[in-house]
Every structure is written in C-alpha cells, then in structure tokens.
C-alpha cells in the first residue's frame, strides 16, 4: 500500500530530478500522470537490468573482443575513398550488457584521442542527457556508425557507413539492448534503412531488424545528434529531444 510519506518521498525525489534536468536541458515541466490517488510526479526508470548472470555477461565479452579484432583485421575504414587517418580506433562504451543503447555517427577529436566515443562537447551534453534519465553512462552502451574519425570532422558517406554496417549490426546483436536510441541522421537512416529527414523521424517509435533471419526487433527512438542540438540550442529543440528521450524512460520503465 503506498503511504502519504511514500508519496512525498517519491514526488521530493522526482521534482529534484526534474530540477536537474531542466537546468540540463531547458525543459519548463514536470513529468507525471494520473492516478487513482491525484496527480503523481514520475520517477526515475526502473534500476537497471540486473547483471546478467555469469556466464552471459563472459561470453558478450568475449564476442565483443572477437568482432572488434575482426574490424580491426578487415580494417574497412581502408576501403573509405577518403582516407582516415586516425589515432584511435573508437569501438564503444558502456555496459555492453545494457538495456539503452546510443548509436552516434563518428568520433571527433577528443575521440580519436582517447579512443572512447562521445567525451568532446557533444559527450558531455549526451553524459548530461543520460543523467537526465536517471541513469549513469556507465549503465547504457555508446558505439558510432563509424569507428575512425573522418577527416575535417566530415559527415560519413553512404559508402563509409555501408562498409562500417556489418560490425555496428553484429556491436548490437552482442549488447542485444531494449532500446536503441539514434543519434542524428547518419545513424537513424542506417539503422532504420530510412531516406527520412531527423524532424519526420525523431519523435516516433520506429523498429530495427538486424540482418539475418530470426534477427530481434528492437525499438529505436531517433533524436538530435548532442553536436546539432549545442549548435542549435533552442527551447523548441531541448524540448523536442527531452520529449524523446522521456518516451524512451517511460519504455524502460515497462510503462
Ligand atoms: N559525435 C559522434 O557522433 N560520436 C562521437 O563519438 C563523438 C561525437
């Protein structure tokens, strides 16, 4: 039975998280829903699935090691028509057990020089993003379209992405994540085989079916790249992308 100081509690909690968030993000509301009970502010989502058990987390593991030393022994970023001269090869991050998974489109600078996706500006506004959701970066999985950083910072080609494809769908099939969650337009027509703009796809569930027969279905929610919304950093944008990323939490939380 939920008490009056559950209530309290709960609300104190999710008006402190949503305090957070719009410094974050810009938001100017408070999520909640309707129950029996009045109006109650929403939480948090659900703690995050549970460690697989081992062996399941060992062998993800060792499936990871032997699809990134595959990459790096088919190097496909040498087939690019332009070259990547890259420091680091920039696989992933996270819980590769995780339940959330980001797909961004290529490593900048800051990448290519410590080989982890997404610690630049760009990194920062997501790290922000995902705290907003009650999580912690350490608790979702981070990978890229491509694995090298492009030069002059240039968006991947069709080709590019096509050649990096077969690795990002196996990346996935070993994390096996709940949700997916696409960051700007490289990534959500890969992964969505789309031609659609972000504004017709962002917003809306849309599936993704790895190759193969029998490949799961995942749910993918594609938003604004960090790197678009830091340069066009608007209300109607922040909004948009929290609106997101809110749909995605309430998923999570098996609402
Ligand atoms: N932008 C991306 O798409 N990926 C990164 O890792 C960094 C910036």
Redesign the pocket.
């Known amino acids: 039975m939920t008490t009056d100081t559950d209530q309290l509690a709960r609300a104190r909690r999710a008006v402190r998280q949503q305090a957070q968030t719009s410094a974050l993000l810009g938001v100017d509301f408070v999520p909640c829903f309707r129950t029996g009970e009045g109006i109650v502010a929403v939480e948090a989502p659900a703690a995050p699935r549970p460690a697989p058990a081992e062996p399941g987390r060992a062998d993800a593991e060792r499936a990871m090691g032997a699809l990134r030393a595959r990459y790096e022994a088919d190097a496909p970023h040498e087939k690019f028509a332009t070259p990547h001269r890259y420091n680091k090869l920039?696989w992933g991050d996270g819980d590769i057990c995780a339940r959330l998974m980001f797909i961004?489109?290529?490593?900048?600078a800051d990448?290519d020089a410590t080989g982890i996706?997404?610690?630049?500006r760009?990194?920062q506004l997501l790290d922000k993003m995902i705290a907003a959701m009650g999580l912690r970066r350490e608790e979702v999985y981070i990978a890229?379209v491509l694995k090298t950083r492009p030069p002059n910072n240039a968006t991947p080609t069709v080709e590019e992405a096509a050649l990096c494809a077969p690795y990002l769908h196996e990346q996935i099939a070993v994390v096996a994540p709940e949700i997916i969650v696409t960051?700007?337009l490289p990534a959500s027509r890969l992964i969505l085989g789309s031609t659609e703009s972000m504004g017709q796809m962002r917003g809306r569930w849309a599936e993704y079916t790895g190759p193969g027969l029998g490949a799961p279905r995942i749910p993918v929610m594609p938003t604004y790249?960090p790197?678009f919304l830091l340069r066009s950093y608007t209300p109607e944008n922040r909004k948009k992308v929290w609106s997101d990323l809110q749909m995605v939490m309430t998923r999570l939380a098996g609402a």
């Open positions: 920039v961004g489109e290529a490593p900048g990448e996706p997404f610690v630049g760009a990194g890229n960051l700007g790249h790197a």
